[in-house]
Every structure is written in structure tokens, then in C-alpha cells.
């Protein structure tokens, strides 16, 4: 990592690329849905796996906030969250990243951009993400759960792989997947460019602000030096 306040290369700000993780980089978003699913079936509750669906990306308490009825009894909330934490580990084995996944991140990382995950992930959920990324030599930091007060929508992961980093918000570009990716990254003023392979449409994305909308990681990597992050590259305003 380069000096916070001198670009990689030479004076200026450093400029970076923030990632979400669960549905941006790796196909886990339905494997969380259904490991939700039976978390809630677990403690009698029967929330339709699309409402689930919709909230992924939330942190998980305000997912299980979100989803059942306010008038519960809330001490069950950790034993639910305890449940999903389970059922969503034994699924580690099977988590794949998505097509161009990794060569999206070498190809930020060489193009002179500061690289930082920032998930609402468990730090132990995290881990099995990156290690089905094998990406590590292009990540400068990342972040969990574990570094916030508040999960997404809140900001707080964000500032946590900002400052990681050495990134000002002005300086830098976030990627995800879901609404709540979005509204974390319009709190600090930071333009969003979205993929669908979380699973939510284009439009929707729009519609919450997404500057740019891509199929996935590798429609994003064949598009790079026109996309909003490869006009943050040093070299592409030097050409």
C-alpha cells in the first residue's frame, strides 16, 4: 500500500475500488437465503424464501428485524442468527466465485487501484469467501462485520475499508450487488456500480442509484477501461 494522501503512481489521492462479497464476487446470495429459510423454520417461523431473498445483503440482524413480526419474543433473534451462522458453514465447500471474479480484482489491483472488500460478512464467513476467491495477492484490505457498529445499510463497513486503505469516499467506487450495498454507499456520497448475479434487476439497481449495472464480474472485466473504475485508473487520464 502506498502512502494515505500520494496516488500509487506518484503525488495525488489514492484512488481505490471498495467490493461487496456475498452475491458481487461469489455465488453465495441464495445458499444465505436458504440456510435463512431453515434457520427461521428452526425457531417455527415460515418466511417465504423470496422476502428472504430481498433482504440478503442487510446485516443479519437488521435481516431478522426486517422479516419477523415486531411483536416477537426478540431473545430468540441470536439463536436464529446462531442457526444461519451453522447452517450457511456447511455450505463453505461448496461457494465458487463468480466467472472473472479474481481477474476482475488483478485487473484493479494492476491498474494501480486500492482494493478493498467490504462485506457484511461473519470475519469466519468471510475467510471461506476469500479462500474461494484466491484473490489475496490483489486485495489491499477487507472488512467484516466484525469492524462495524452498524451493518449495511449503515455506512460503517465502508468507512472501515476506506480508512483500511488510506481512500478518501471522493476517491473511490464501491461494487455490489443488493439495494443495501447502495444505500451504504450513498450515505457517504460513494457512486455504485452494480451486478445482477446477487440476483436483483437491473432496473431495481437503477433505481437506487447504481451508476453503472453489469451482469456479473466478468461482463464488468470485458467493459473495465470504459466503466466508471476504469476511468479511476492513472494511466487511462494519461492516455
Known amino acids: 500500500m502506498g502512502p494515505h494522501g500520494n496516488g500509487p503512481t506518484g503525488p495525488g489521492p489514492r484512488r481505490g475500488v ?42 443479519g440482524d437488521r435481516l431478522v428485524d426486517a422479516l419477523l413480526p415486531a411483536t416477537r419474543d426478540k431473545d430468540g ?25 479474481r481477474d476482475l480484482l488483478a485487473q484493479c489491483h494492476a491498474g494501480g487501484l486500492a482494493v478493498a472488500l467490504a462485506s457484511s ?48 469516499a471522493a476517491d473511490a ?17 460513494i457512486p455504485v456500480v452494480a451486478v445482477t448475479c446477487g440476483g436483483t434487476s437491473a432496473a431495481e439497481l437503477r433505481d437506487a442509484g447504481a451508476i453503472e449495472v453489469y451482469e456479473g464480474p466478468r461482463d464488468l472485466l470485458e467493459n473495465l477501461q470504459a466503466s466508471a473504475i476504469g476511468r479511476l485508473f492513472p494511466q487511462v487520464s494519461n492516455a
Open 121 to 168: 460478512a461473519r470475519r469466519q464467513d468471510l475467510d471461506a469467501l476469500r479462500a474461494a476467491l484466491g484473490a489475496d495477492a490483489y486485495i489491499d484490505a477487507a472488512t467484516s462485520a466484525n469492524d462495524a457498529k452498524e451493518s449495511k445499510p449503515a455506512p460503517d463497513i465502508l468507512v472501515a475499508a476506506l480508512e483500511a486503505v488510506g481512500v478518501d
Open 173 to 189: 467506487l464501491y461494487v455490489g450487488d443488493a439495494i443495501w450495498d447502495l444505500q451504504a454507499a450513498a450515505a457517504l456520497g
Open 18 to 59: 471498495l467490493f461487496d462479497v456475498d452475491g458481487t464476487l461469489v455465488d453465495s446470495s441464495y445458499l444465505h437465503t436458504l440456510a435463512w429459510w431453515q434457520a427461521f423454520r428452526q425457531q417455527g417461523y415460515d418466511v417465504p424464501m423470496v422476502s428472504i431473498h430481498r433482504c440478503v445483503g442487510m446485516g
Open 77 to 101: 433473534d441470536g439463536e436464529i442468527m446462531a442457526s444461519h451462522a451453522a447452517l450457511f458453514a456447511v455450505n463453505w465447500p461448496a461457494l465458487r466465485a463468480f466467472d472473472g471474479a
